[in-house]
């Protein structure tokens, strides 16, 4: 993993920790980690032009979305890397629909942007190529 001088080591800190939170489903301590106007993309927002920004919105998300649309969501991260000022997470994310039954396992990669020491910016992508050409500008 190279570090450039714009990512330092405490952002790789604040995203594990906030990745570890949301994976554990521990919801009020990933929101503690994200900067108050914190703006998240999900793959099915961006999909439709649409963003969730601040707490409430992310709430919302949660229960509208995941609540409501799966048994079961998970994500897994398998890598964490700068590119430039931005830090970019590889991985996947695995669901089970809540009434179609439908196990997903699909890859992501997730481009996150850390300001004043906390998330503001978490967007999901399914082509990593296409995340990296997000994350350098």
Known sequence: MGHTDRVSQEDFDVLRTAWEAFSAHRREDFLNLTHPDVEMVP??????GKAYRGHADLR???ERE?????EHFETHAEGFEDVGDRLVVFGHWVARGRTSGVDLHMPATWVVDIRDGKIARWQTFTDRDEALAAARG
């Not at 793959?43 to 439709?48: R, T």
């Open 43 to 48: 793959f099915g927002a961006a999909m439709e």
């Open 66 to 70: 995941i609540d409501a649309n799966w």
């Open 60 to 62: 919302e998300w949660w």
